[in-house]
T-cell receptor, first 112, second 113 residues
Framework: DAGVTQSPTHLIKTRGQQVTLRCSPK?????VSWYQQALGQGPQFIFQ???????QRGNFPDRFSGHQFPNYSSELNVNALLLGDSALYLC???????????FGPGTRLTVT | GQQLNQSPQSMFIQEGEDVSMNCTSS?????WLWYKQDPGEGPVLLIA?????ELTSNGRLTAQFGITRKDSFLNISASIPSDVGIYFC?????????????FGTGTRLTIIP
């Protein structure tokens, strides 16, 4: 039973560029949440997708957007990258919005 | 964004010792979860708690959901080298449209040889 998978593992981008991160949920899960984890801190909630719609959103600017596909996989897009966007981006899936979330290995984004 | 308060921030212990850590919030949660994160990896779910006062074990790990619903505790008995890592608590509400996880600041566990 495959767990949550994320791609790519690492990414280096330049300020002002755009990036797309991908996530496949654990088998049987239909809800995907995205988190940003800066070095030395706990994960911060970006947004959650359920039934292909953004269900709730954390305190992140509109430069952060996402999408969920019919197979429940999801993408996180970040436009106009800033140096401060450098972080580990984590995807978590669950079998519904209220159930426990399981995390993928993350994508390490470095903005130079 | 909001982060829950975890203490201690770091712990240095010897193998075989027991460990206790806690997590506090200014607001109520319906669910408490404990995760462990190794460097460069995603958090791994250790224990989930759903009811105030609940005590749940997973091997050498025991966690409790505080009676006030504003805190939670994690104990590790007879620590071993693979227990090294960062432990995060997370609180979750189950109000419609507000089920995000709010994480603590983390407790870093180091085992001294």
């Amino acid at each position: 039973d495959a767990g949550v998978t994320q791609s790519p593992t690492h990414l280096i981008k330049t300020r002002g560029q755009q990036v797309t991160l991908r996530c496949s949920p654990k088998s049987g899960h239909d809800t995907v949440s995205w988190y940003q984890q800066a070095l030395g801190q706990g994960p911060q909630f970006i947004f959650q997708y359920y039934e292909e719609e953004e269900r709730q959103r954390g305190n992140f600017p509109d430069r952060f957007s996402g999408h969920q596909f019919p197979n429940y996989s999801s993408e996180l897009n970040v436009n106009a990258l800033l140096l401060g966007d450098s972080a580990l981006y984590l995807c978590a899936s669950s079998s519904g919005p209220i159930y426990e979330q399981y995390f993928g290995p993350g994508t390490r984004l470095t903005v130079t | 964004g909001q982060q829950l308060n975890q203490s201690p921030q770091s712990m240095f212990i010897q193998e075989g010792e027991d460990v206790s850590m806690n997590c506090t919030s200014s607001s109520i949660f319906n669910t408490w979860l404990w995760y462990k994160q190794d460097p460069g990896e995603g958090p791994v779910l250790l224990i989930a708690l759903y009811k105030a006062g609940e005590l749940t074990s997973n091997g050498r790990l025991t966690a409790q959901f505080g009676i006030t619903r504003k805190d939670s505790f994690l104990n590790i008995s007879a620590s071993i080298p693979s227990d090294v890592g960062i432990y995060f608590c997370a609180g979750q509400r189950v109000n419609f449209g507000n089920e995000k996880l709010t994480f603590g600041t983390g407790t870093r566990l180091t085992i001294i040889p």
